[in-house]
Each structure stands twice: as C-alpha cells, then as structure tokens.
C-alpha cells in the first residue's frame, strides 16, 4: 500500500509540474531562510559558551553616579580584580585585560598595524580555554614584556619559523618576546585578540594604573562551582568603601561594583568601551520571528494550493472511498504527500544554501563558513523540519480534502465552498500582511539610514584626512608635523585634537558656575588647538575661538557647546567659570576656567546618541586628555596627489612608523555599520517573503482562474471586455492586499518605531511610508495575478463551454 | 440577415485536420426560427457557435447584416454580438455567484446601459417571465426549467435580433420544454430570429425551417 501510494504521489507531483514546483520551491525557499537564520541565531546564543567554565566566569564592571547621573562600563581599576581574590574565597581566580590601541608592529623588515592586542594576566589560560599551541600556559604571561601570538598572526609574522624566544616591536618603544603561541580565538566570542601580551608589563612600566580609581582595565573572575553571583556583588559596595570610600566621598562620587556571567555578555551588554561591538538579543528575537513566519507564509501557501487545488482530486478520494477506504487512511495518505514535498523541498533548500550563503555572509558581515553537514543536530534537526513543515502544511488540506462525500464528489456535484474561499482569503491576508510589514520596516530602515547619512552634523566630514596615534610623539613634534603639512599644496587646514567625532573622547568631572560643591557635573571633554573649529567648519555661535595671541587662552579658557550652555542654565555663557578639580593638589583645591566662546552643537558620536555637553579646552596640563589626532582638511579633487605628497612628508617625519590614516567620513560612516546589516538583512528577507508569498498568489490565482473559466466564459458571450474581465479578476486579489495592508501598517510602525528609538535622532514615520508599501504591494499583486487574468480573459470562451 | 458561404471548420489533431462542418451555404432572414438538427457530432454546436462569432471558420464567408464578419477583428466581432446577438445554453450557464436579478443585469452593465434604465428593463423581464418573486435567489435555488427561463431572459434582455438557442431544453424534461419552446414561439412572432440546435423532433415542430446536419455536411435544407 504504501508504494502505491509512494507511486501514485510521485507520479501526481510529475502531472501537476507548475502546482508541483511552485509549492516545491515555495517550501524550499522558506526552509533555506529558516535553515540559515537558525544558524545564525544558534551561533549568536552560542557565544562564549564553549569555555570550559563558561558558566562560573563572571565580568567585573562598574557604575558610576555623579552629580545624579550614572554611567556604567566594564572597566575597573587595576586593583579591584585581585582584592576581589584575596577578599573573597569564593573568587577563584581573576583575569585582567587592557586594550591597547592601534598598534605597529614589527619583526624584521616586516611592519604592520594590529588593532587585536590585548594585555593579559596570565590566569588567562586558567580561566578561559584558550589552549597554548606552544609554550607553558602556566608561565607564558607571567613575566613582563612576554606576548602570546595567535596561530595566524604567528605565521603573518614568522612564516614557517618557530616564533617562540623571537622579539616584535611594538610602538617602536617595546620589545615583546615571544613565549607562546595560541589557537586562533573561535569567532563565537565576544571578545577576540590576535596578540596576548603580558599584563605584569603594564603593571611595571605604568604606575598610575595602580590607583584604585583609574578605571580603564576589564576584569573577569572565576567563581567557585554553584556560587550565586548575586551574592558576592551585594558584597562588593564593602570593598570599595574599604579601599577609596573617603576618596570618592571628597569628590561627591560613588562607585558600585557589578557582575556580568560571560555568556549573557554578548547579547545582552551594550555598555561604552565593550571590548568589541557585542549581539543584540532583540535582533535574535526578531529574526527568530521572522524565520517562523516565512516558514509559516510557505507552509500558507502549500495549504492555500491544497485546498484549491481539492476539486481536482474529488474524484480521487470519491474513488477511494467507494473502494472501502475509510478517512483516516486517507488523511494519512495525504499527510504522507505533503511530507514528501516537504523532504524535496529540504533538498532544494540545501542546495539553495550552499548557493547563497556566501552571499548572506557579505550581507551580515559574518561568515558561517563553518560547513554545516558537520554539526551533530545537522542531520536529526532537518529531520524534525521537514516533519514539522509537512505536519503543519499537510494537515488542513487532509481533512479537507478527505471529507469529500462519494456521491456527491462523483455526481460532479461539488462546488467551491464559499467558506473555503473564505478560509483560503484569509490564509492570503496572512501572508501579505507579514511580507508587507516587511517592506515597510525595509523602507523605514532605509529611510532612517538616509536620513543619518545627510543629516547635518554641525561639522564639514567630507575630505578630512586623520592621521591617529599622535599621542606617540612630543609637542614639539605633532606642531612641526602640522607645520609641514600646512604648507603643502591641496591642503587647507591641519588641526590637532584629542578626539575626532566618532572616536576617542573622554569625561571629567566639573562645577560649573552656579552649582554647589556637591553638585559636580560629569562632562565629555575634548581638547583641540586654535585650528580645529574653523579646519572642521565648526561654528561659534557667540564668543570667539581660541587664539595663539592671547596666553590664558592655553591656561584657564573654554568653549562650550550650546547643549552644556543649555544644561547650566546659562542664558548668556561667556565669562562664566568653570571650575574643575586640581589633581596636582593634594587637598583637593579648584582650578578656574573661564567660559569665552559657545560653539553650536555637533555630532561627536552617532545619530544613535544624543548630542552630549561638551567643554572644549585649549591647555595641555593639567588635563589628563592627550592630543591623539592630525586631521588634515583637503581640496576637492586631486586628493589621491595631495594624499601622496603628506605620505611623503610623514616618511621624512618618522620613517619608522608607517603612515596611517583614516577619512573621517568614513570612520564616522562606520558607527552605522550594523544598522547598514539589519538594513540589508530585512531587505534580503522581505524580498524573499515576497517571493514566496507571490509563488503562492500565483498558483492560486491560477486556480482561481481555472475555477471560474466558466463563468468568465459566459461573461465574455455576454459582452465583458477582456479589460473588464481582468478587472474583475484583480479586484478580488486586490482587495486581500489592501486589507493585509491594514493589518500590516501599526504592525510596522510599532516594531519599527521601537527601532528607531534606538537613534536619538531619527526620521518620523509619516503616511509616506505607508502609501509606498500600499503602492509597491499591489504593483507585485497585480503582476503576479495579473498574467493569470489576461491569459483567462483572452481565452475564447468556446473552449470554456464546449464540454458541459 | 445571415449569408455563410462555404463555411468549413476543421481542427488540426496531429497531421490530420479532423472536419467539423463542410462547405456550409446557409442564408437565413430576419424574423425566421430555424432549427438544426442532427446526431450529436454532426457540427450542430460549432455551427451556432460560428454564427455567434464565438469560433472562427476555418474557411468560407460569413455576412452577418452589412459586415464581413469573416474579417473582422476579436473587439468588433465582440461589439457585434454584445449588440445584436443572445445566447442560450444547454447547461443554462447562469453565473452561480449571482442572484437572478442581477443574472440578467450582467448583460446590461457590458452594453453600459444606465442604472435606472437597468432597473427598468429586468423589472419589466422579470414581470414578463414571471420570475419577480424569485429575483432574489441563486441559480442553485431554481429548478432547471426555471434556471433555462432565466438564462432566455437574460438573452433577450439587451433586445437581440438574434437568438442563438444550443439545445436548450437539453437537461430539461418535457413539460418545461414544451414551455420554452412556446417562449420561442411567442418571441419569434414578436420580431426576433431564432436558431435553435437540437435532437428533438418535438422541439423542431415549433420552428418554421429545419436544417439537417450529418458529419459536418449540410444535407437538407427545408
């Protein structure tokens, strides 16, 4: 019986090849869309999980309120990680990790930039599992100036040598040696480096990290097996109190420590100064989502097909039936049908896969390169896919169709229920309402992505050249540099500053004029030479900018931005003081500085984050802040001539470094970079949900067409042009659309809108939107109802009639 | 009114065309009932069909009025038959998804006839047939004879010249043929040409000219 069966559903899939492919494909394209956001989603859960102790490994960060304003960080200081050892016995171990910069690196003749370097205590190897290729994991970091290299930068730098006792140079100024070599770090973590140097390096050669209060390390701890995490944070406040309470009292601060367990770090911290852009959970959430409902628009349109398609085998199941076939074996027959499309429709996802996978990679900016065949729930979990698809698409057409009467069905007495077309309508709104939620949210994401892109940024971004790590060289240095570049040609301005918009950047605490001793105020400071605000077209919107002329000008004068104007409450801001700490005092005295220019606002950081007071500063001590940045403003056109000519002058300013730079633009462009994914991500998935659900408008207008060939015929004998026939069709087709437009429209806006929340400033989502979706919708309905229309209504209505 | 001149339809099956009619020469005058007879696949259908300008021929001419209809174009042939022509059907085609009022307003809306003239000529169809009282029902509510009544109203509805009847109590038993035929009758003695196809001798007695039809050949023409 069942390779009667087997037969007889094979053999029905080849009679009805246009029904048979387009629900073949239909499935098959929903399979690889669900297949490959399953992936994704498996891999972003997976993150950091495969250390061994995983789940007893906590960060350390911290939170910090002043002037009744927190903000929180994975940072500490370089102490707080082994207090927490020695203090608490349930700390196992703990690891600390500073991030170096932009670093050059050479060995030999050979010289690059490596943006992966991390220093590292060495119970690094204890904590996480990051096993040593070569060397001694229990001593490879423990001396200063010792590096760890990963498996590919080993062989970047050392070719087929044995690296281990070699030497690289570092910044020119360190000379690390080689103690070990490492597995690459799995992709699946939310931190990577390329290079471990040694933590006791930092520890020897920069004291001031010894300061409990200068928090710019990360630390993990390992507890022991089965500790509440929670437990030990409620400790922490003590630990703090204990070692600089009265410190941070003086200076109206408070610092509360917490723990973060590693493999919730990825999805769900969004902290400044993450040690890499981390996952977003509502991101799996959504794709997860989205994933279910292709599935499910897919399986919608098997059924949908199904049932349509049920009059062509009423005859059948009569048949059967009058043969002694009771239902259930029929439901089980045609179960057993849809299961089979659904396994053809799995093995056509899998090659889709393979087509498009390198595609999606580029898409997301990650690869899963990683061969599926090979995961363990590979193989079961395509299994329980196709069960699930065939279960979910196959089970409403097998009662359906199963419940057909014999005498009725063979009398030729069965007609279209008017509660199936109902049925199947509401199955097509279904469908569009999901597809077109999808193009609105695709439209919106551009719009948005538009919209950051143009918006005015308070300053010119267009042909700014920035050479970074000028903090590497003396004062005297960076001003003769930009001496030099000044003078070339096709170059307009140079500037110096601590920080570019889109990088760098950092917060002091000051009391602003007006505010009592308690109330200091935690404020982002930049420090820029007189240059930087006209180089980068900055506006004054009242004062002046700095001057070389005027000598307090370096000591004691600041300019604001109107935001920080706006947030002292200052109607007019020039002359008032701002004092600050004075960390060369011990008693903690004040020094003043004196407000002469307020400048308009201007983006430092993305559209994501609003504009932030800011006090721009001029002196160079006592300010912490170094100068990091030369940015160069060029002429239009010709740049690449003037782009060699300042690589020319860098060569004869440091032959050792190579000349590094970076288009502001650009850098600033990049803080985009994951909105740009989703953007394309959406779009890739609506364009499929599309197809998909056109597939299934097509094969239903067609039968649909097939169904009323009749009545058209009579229509056109009585007169109907074919236009008015087309009409006709379309209307029906047109209707669902518009309807799942209303459905789909405050779906849109309400997921999208929580998206966009995530900008500070972020475009309105007007009707505009909504009337595009509309217009777009049914333009695809039209085209794809369309040709099934005409071709009906150009029928000569004889063929209809003639065999009644 | 109606001139068919060598008149043949023929359908290509593999290498060989398979006749359906043969050299047909038919004159037909305004105001006649003719019927056409013949054993089923004699070309009885395709025939009426030609006629109706619902097929083509596959040679021969066709004068229908003052046009050559053999030359006319898909959109002017359907212009003509909207105008002058109304069909009738064996299986009475009615559109199942409309109600009998609105059955016999379809023809009306392609002719793009005014809404209250609309109103007026079903009312007054409907008053004529003596249907009123089922306007409101679905075809699948009427029995055949009146499902037939109502697929004649809506043929002379839109007041054809022209009634093109393919066996027409074909699915219906005697007693409600008998009354179509009589319908016939009535509107043929009103002014309107009639063809009807069909097996029946009974049904052929009504008409005043009977054609015989066998294997495509046109053999009697009384």
Redesign the interface.
């Known amino acids: 019986m069942l390779r009667n069966y087997l037969k007889f559903a094979l053999r029905n899939i080849k009679r009805n090849k246009g029904y048979s492919s387009i629900n073949i494909a239909g499935l098959a394209i929903g399979m690889a869309c669900c297949i490959l956001i399953t992936m994704w989603v498996l891999e972003e859960l997976s993150f950091d999980r495969y250390h061994e102790n995983a789940e007893r490994i906590y960060r350390v960060g911290h939170e910090l309120t002043i002037g009744g304003i927190s903000r929180t960080a994975p940072l500490v200081s370089l102490p707080m990680a082994p207090a927490m050892v020695s203090e608490y016995p349930e700390v196992v171990n703990a690891v600390r990790f500073s991030k170096s910069g932009r670093t050059s690196v050479r060995y030999g003749d050979k010289v690059f930039y490596e943006e992966g370097i991390l220093f590292a205590d060495n119970s690094v190897f204890d904590i996480f599992s990051f096993p040593l290729v070569e060397g001694d994991p229990g001593k490879a970091l423990t001396a200063p100036l010792t590096a760890v290299l990963c498996e590919t930068i080993a062989r970047k730098y050392f070719g087929d040598e044995n690296p281990i006792g070699k030497t690289l140079l570092c910044n020119d100024n360190r000379n690390f040696t080689i103690t070990g070599v490492v597995k690459d770090v799995p992709r699946n973590s939310h931190f990577t480096f390329d290079i471990l140097c040694s933590y006791e390096t930092l520890v020897k050669e920069e004291a001031w990290r010894s300061e409990w209060g200068n928090i710019v390390d990360y630390a993990y701890i390992l507890l022991e097996k089965n500790n509440d995490y929670r437990a030990l944070e409620a400790k922490l406040p003590a630990l703090i109190d204990k070692n600089f309470g009265e410190q941070l009292q003086q200076i109206g601060v408070s610092i509360k420590l917490f723990l973060q367990p590693l493999t919730s770090i990825h999805l769900n911290s969004h902290m400044m100064g993450e040690l890499a852009g981390n996952g977003n959970i509502d991101y799996v959430y959504l794709f997860s989502g989205i994933a279910v409902f292709i599935l499910l628009i897919a399986c919608v349109n098997f059924i949908n097909l199904a049932t349509a398609r049920a009059l062509g085998r009423a005859k059948e199941v009569g048949m059967r039936k009058t043969f002694g076939a009771v239902r259930s074996k029929l439901i089980r027959q045609f179960i057993g049908e849809s299961i089979l499309f659904s396994l053809l429709a799995v093995i056509l996802a899998l090659l889709l896969l393979e087509l498009f996978l390198p595609l999606f990679g580029s898409i997301t900016g990650r690869e899963l390169s990683v061969s599926f065949w090979q995961l363990p729930w590979f193989i079961p979990g395509l299994l329980v896919l196709v069960l699930l698809v065939g279960l979910a698409a196959g089970s409403y057409p097998a009662f359906y169709l199963s419940s057909f009467r014999p005498i009725k069905v063979l009398k030729g007495d069965l007609k279209s229920g008017r509660t199936n077309a109902r049925f199947r309508s509401v199955l097509v709104i279904f469908q569009f309402t999901f597809s077109i939620t999808l193009i609105a949210g695709t439209i919106i994401v551009y719009n948005q992505l538009n919209y950051v892109r143009s918006v005015d940024l308070g300053f010119q971004q267009e042909q700014v050249v920035v050479i970074p790590n000028m903090n590497r060289f003396r004062l005297s240095q960076q001003e003769s540099l930009k001496n030099e570049l000044s003078g070339l040609a096709g170059v307009v301005d140079v500037a110096l500053s601590s920080g570019v918009p889109g990088r760098g950047g950092s917060m002091q605490s000051f009391l602003p004029e007006g505010f009592s001793e308690d109330q200091s105020q935690l404020i982002a400071v930049m420090k820029i030479d007189e240059r930087y605000l006209p180089a980068m077209g900055i506006e004054l919107v009242s004062g002046r900018n700095f001057s070389k002329a005027i000598a307090t000008d370096s000591v004691e004068s600041v300019i604001i931005n109107e935001t920080a104007a706006a947030k002292f409450g200052w109607d007019e801001a020039i002359g008032k003081i701002i004092k600050q700490t004075n960390p060369e005092s011990e008693e903690g005295g004040y020094l003043s500085n004196t407000v002469i220019g307020v400048v308009k606002d201007f983006h430092l950081s993305s559209l994501h984050e609003p504009v932030e007071p800011l006090i721009i500063v001029n002196k160079y001590e006592p300010f912490l802040e170094t100068i990091r940045f030369l940015s160069i403003r060029l002429e239009p056109g010709n740049i690449r001539n003037t782009m060699d000519l300042i690589a020319n002058r860098w060569s004869n300013f440091n032959s050792n470094l190579p000349f590094d730079y970076f288009f502001l633009d650009e850098s600033f462009a990049k803080q985009y970079r994951h909105d740009e994914q989703l953007g394309n991500l959406v779009l890739s998935f609506s364009l499929l949900a599309v197809l998909i659900g056109c597939l299934g408008l097509l094969g239903l207008s067609s039968f649909t067409a097939e169904q009323r060939t009749r009545e058209i015929a009579v229509r056109k004998v009585l007169g109907a042009s074919i236009v008015g026939i087309v009409r006709l069709m379309l209307r029906e087709f047109i209707f669902l659309v518009l309807l799942a437009n209303v459905f789909a429209w405050p779906l849109a806006y309400l997921i999208m809108k929580r998206w966009l929340e995530s900008f500070a400033y972020h475009v309105d989502i007007g009707m505009g939107v909504f009337v595009l979706t509309a217009l777009i919708s049914m333009v695809i309905a039209v085209i794809t109802v369309g040709y099934q229309a005409v071709k009906t209504a150009i029928l000569n209505p004889v063929e209809a009639l003639r065999h009644e | 009114m109606i001139q068919l001149r060598n008149i043949t339809r023929y359908y290509a099956s593999g290498s060989l065309n398979t006749y359906v009619l043969r050299r047909i020469n038919l004159d037909i005058r305004e105001g006649e009932f003719v019927c056409v007879m013949g054993p089923s696949g004699a070309g009885k259908?395709t025939l009426l069909?030609i006629i109706?300008m619902?097929?083509d021929a596959s040679e021969g001419e066709y004068h229908f009025l003052d046009y050559n209809v053999h030359n006319l174009k898909e959109?002017q042939r359907?212009q003509l038959?909207?105008e002058y022509i109304g069909?009738v059907?064996?299986?009475y085609?009615?559109?199942?998804?409309l109600t009998v009022y609105e059955n016999l307003e379809?023809?009306l809306l392609?002719?793009k006839v005014k809404s209250s003239q609309r109103k007026s000529m079903v009312c007054d169809t409907l008053d004529r047939f003596q249907i009123v009282g089922k306007k409101d029902l679905f075809p699948?509510q009427l029995s055949g004879g009146q499902q037939q009544l109502v697929g004649i109203a809506?043929a002379i509805i839109?007041e054809p010249k022209l009634i093109l009847a393919d066996e027409p109590t074909g699915n219906l038993h005697s007693e409600e043929g008998k009354k179509i035929m009589e319908l016939f009758t009535r509107l043929n003695e009103e002014g309107v040409t009639i063809i009807q196809a069909t097996h029946s001798e009974q049904n052929a007695s009504y008409s005043k000219r009977i054609i015989y039809l066998k294997d495509g050949w046109l053999v009697d023409n009384l």
Do not use: C, M, V, W
Not at chain 2, 93 to 97: A, K, S, W
């Open positions: 259908s069909n109706g619902l097929d959109k359907s038959y909207k069909f059907f064996q299986s085609h009615l559109i199942d998804e379809t023809p392609y002719k699948s809506r839109a």
